[in-house]
């Protein structure tokens, strides 16, 4: 089961310059440094910023998909990746990949665990790298380990996604192991309540 998908558009401003001082001031001013680049177009990477507020809402939205306003120019993308704090709760920066509307491309998505397992959950990725349409990316994918039986071992090709989505190439190919289900150990035996008792209270009688 997937998320269904969302977008959002973001203005940006141009950084007049670059380095850890500039993104300081950025990040005080309530702003965020991000940066664009288009896979095979020369590898040409534009630089700005984007309001800390706008991505944050984005984000609660679960947008997957972005149209930013660069100087007037609408360029689509999707979130490469996401730099943080060492606290991991401060966005420090947001790489952005481009995209063309009506062009299949490759995006990595999450992948969500619901549902209680019937033994020990050993989850090995949180995300999966996906080939679609830029309208039809998906937030990301669900997986129900409550219905899992123990023993049972995921892989990626396992993954229900919707239609129009498929693995990317280098992911089919790799088809790693998601989760795994193992079963859990019986709980260790317990003596009934009175056991035992009998040696304790003939050593005490042998004494008294």
Request: with cysteine; glycine share 10%; hydrophobic share 40%.
């Amino acid at each position: 089961m997937s998320k269904s998908h969302h977008e959002a558009k973001l203005a940006t401003e141009a950084r007049e310059s670059l380095g850890s001082r500039s993104a300081r001031a950025l990040r005080a001013a309530g702003r965020i440094p991000a940066s664009l680049q288009f896979e095979g177009r020369d590898g040409a990477l534009c630089h700005f910023s984007i309001e800390e507020a706008a991505f944050a809402a984005a984000r609660r939205q679960e947008a997957s998909l972005f149209d930013l306003d660069i100087a007037g120019d609408v360029k689509s993308a999707v979130i490469r990746e996401i730099q943080y704090d060492s606290m991991g709760s401060v966005v420090n920066h947001v790489d952005f990949k481009g995209v063309v509307r009506g062009q299949r491309s490759d995006v990595r998505i999450s992948i969500t665990v619901m549902g209680t397992p019937q033994g020990t959950l050993n989850q090995a990725m949180d995300s999966v790298e996906v080939n679609c349409l830029p309208k039809d990316i998906p937030d990301g994918v669900e997986v129900n380990v409550g219905v899992l039986e123990p023993g049972t071992q995921l892989h990626a090709a396992d993954l229900a996604l919707p239609e129009g989505v498929t693995l990317s190439e280098a992911e089919a190919a790799r088809n790693d192991t998601v989760l795994t289900v193992v079963e859990a150990k019986a709980a260790a035996a317990v003596p009934a309540e009175g056991e035992g008792e009998g040696e304790g209270d003939a050593e005490g009688s042998e004494e008294s």
